[in-house]
Antibody, heavy 120, light 106 residues
Framework: EVQLLESGGSLVQPGGSLRLSCAGS????????MTWVRQAPGKGLQWVST????????YYADSVKGRFTISRDNSKNTLYLQMSSLRVDDTAIYYC?????????????WGQGTLVTVSS | SYELTQPPSVSVSPGQTASITCSAD??????VYWYQQKPGQSPVLVIF???MRPSGIPERFSGSNSGNTATLTISGTQSLDEADYYC?????????FGGGTKLTVL
């Protein structure tokens, strides 16, 4: 069974940094693109970033470009999201998901999410 | 910029057919994906590549994509289908989600 387990969410002050992790199991992690999607409280889904299976290609939403960095360690079956210069509007549940497809990915399955709260 | 537009809410009676639309310019040229999210839960993929249903998703879920509109259809809607539904597509290496549609079964 494919499982994704996020961790690292917490309360952080505006301007601060945080690193999220997503541990994958039950599939060949090194052969799978991975993605982060977030959901602000009471709002819809917002794509954040996607990384290729080898990690050599990364893609970002304009709202996080230059502030967030997606990476992976295939030896540890773990996906990361390094977040810096955090803003109040980055407050959200952050989900990781396995991305499948070639030029057009779909996201399945999703982890349970980790909550990031940016507040002073 | 490219945007996916969904109706905020759709209501359906149990046993009837629910249709949730997702609109964008020339959407038929993109693959569309659909996710179901129940309160307090993570999203679940219900349709991929416009019309394909993942294993474990009931046959009552189907999808189509033509012109500027993709549609998620739920036939014989059940109370357990009550949830938020999101469409998703790609535009130049940017993944986009629609704003979501709350399906109410009453």
């Amino acid at each position: 069974e494919v499982q994704l387990l996020e961790s690292g969410g917490s309360l952080v002050q505006p301007g601060g940094s945080l690193r999220l992790s997503c541990a994958g199991s039950g599939f060949t992690f090194s052969s799978s693109a991975m993605t982060w999607v977030r959901q602000a409280p009471g709002k819809g889904l917002q794509w954040v970033s996607t990384i290729s299976d080898s990690g050599d290609r990364t893609y970002y939403a304009d709202s996080v470009k230059g502030r967030f960095t997606i990476s992976r360690d295939n030896s540890k079956n773990t996906l990361y999201l390094q977040m810096s210069s955090l803003r109040v509007d980055d407050t959200a549940i952050y989900y990781c998901a396995k991305a499948t497809g070639t030029t057009s990915n779909w996201f399945d399955p999703w982890g349970q999410g980790t909550l990031v709260t940016v507040s002073s | 910029s490219y945007e996916l537009t969904q109706p905020p809410s759709v209501s359906v009676s149990p046993g009837q057919t629910a249709s949730i639309t997702c609109s964008a310019d020339k959407l038929e040229h993109q693959y569309v994906y659909w996710y179901q999210q129940k309160p307090g839960q993570s999203p679940v993929l219900v349709i991929f590549r416009d019309t394909m249903r993942p294993s474990g998703i009931p046959e009552r879920f189907s999808g189509s994509n033509s012109g500027n509109t993709a549609t998620l259809t739920i036939s014989g809607t059940q109370s357990l289908d009550e949830a938020d539904y999101y469409c998703q597509a790609w535009d130049s290496y940017i993944a986009l989600f629609g704003g979501g549609t709350k399906l109410t079964v009453l």
